[in-house]
């Protein structure tokens, strides 16, 4: 039978750091002989104690750090009230020590991230979150792009190359932070696209007919083997903790990951598929440093 070919997210995300770090340091020495502080500087802000988000945030700075560049974090208690956190965001804005700033979701009860995002400088939002963000890569044009989606174009362009002309892709699941921005990504390399979600009729059938296969729903292994098209090239985004696979170390409480895609069944249809973990996600926080030093550069003319 034969095997999918493994995308290693891993790989490609510490290679793409490898390089903007060299490129960081390119910047610091140019900035240094023009008399200008020119180091990127990320601001991450995190209000409360969310368990995953405070996981995020440190791997966030330490990742900004590795890359040469500076990370200011902000720790806000629970209880911040919105005002304060929006009066914050403009400071940073102000700052030019910060070229860009993420504020970490989800956010307590009390504040509406509508609004904070509405505050960040749209130069500044290197989430891509920020609607004249959103809108202008609705519209193909230049501004910041969502970390994940960028990061799985770039791992389905390493894969097919400038191959994806013409293909049909699928993107199952319509969230503003993965969903739609990928299916305007797709769209922009020339793939006819369709957005299939909980209310697509037949939705086996719909994902059958794509070359390529983009997962975000956050529904552990929904897409089973018989879903793909053979050869096709599998994105996973699904990141879901399950109880461990063998029944004693479930008893334990022990779990594992995994995808949005049944991975074992996958690999004998796909041609290519991410792992999780192991695929997507690393890329993520890659796309961040990516997204901090374009921000850096396009400010600095
Ligand atoms: N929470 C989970 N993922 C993200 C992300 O990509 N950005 C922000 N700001 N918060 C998140």
């Not at 209000?47 to 806000?76: C, D, I, W």
């Not at 098209?229 to 063998?246: C, E, F, L, M, S």
């Not at 004693?248 to 779990?255: I, L, N, S």
Request: charged fraction near 20%; include cysteine.
């Amino acid at each position: 039978m034969s095997q999918a070919r493994i995308i290693d997210g891993k790989a490609f995300a510490q290679n793409l750091r490898d390089r903007l770090a060299l490129q960081v340091a390119d910047l610091r020495s140019t900035g240094a002989k023009g008399g200008q502080d020119l180091v990127p500087g990320l601001a991450v802000v995190l209000v409360g104690e969310n368990p995953a988000s405070q996981v995020y945030v440190r791997s966030k700075g330490q990742a900004t750090v590795a890359a040469g560049m500076r990370s200011f974090e902000h720790k806000l208690p629970d209880t911040t009230d919105q005002a304060t956190l929006v009066a914050l965001v403009e400071k940073l804005n102000r700052d030019p020590a910060v070229n860009g700033i993420l504020v970490q979701l989800p956010l307590p009860a009390q504040i509406d991230p509508a609004v904070v995002i509405a505050t960040i400088d749209p130069a500044k939002d290197v989430d891509g979150f920020h609607v004249e963000n959103a809108g202008r890569l609705a519209l193909g044009l230049p501004g910041m792009v969502p970390c994940t989606p960028l990061g799985c174009m770039m791992l389905l362009r390493d894969v097919l190359g400038d191959d994806l002309r013409g293909k049909r892709a699928l993107v199952l699941g319509r969230s503003t932070i993965v969903g739609r921005p990928m299916a305007s990504l797709l769209l922009a390399a020339d793939c006819t696209v369709t957005i299939a979600h909980s209310r697509t009729q037949d939705l086996p059938e719909e994902c059958r007919r794509a070359d390529i296969l983009v997962a975000a729903v956050g529904r552990p292994e929904m897409v089973r083997g018989d879903w793909i098209k053979p050869g096709a090239t599998v994105i996973d985004v699904g990141i879901n903790r399950v109880p461990h696979a063998d029944p004693a170390a479930a008893a334990e409480g022990r779990t594992r990951l995994v995808g949005d895609v049944h991975f074992a069944e996958a690999m004998t249809v796909a041609g290519a598929i991410t792992p999780v973990p192991g695929g997507v996600g690393p890329m993520t926080i890659a796309c961040l440093l990516l997204n901090t030093l374009t921000a850096t550069c396009r400010q600095n003319g």
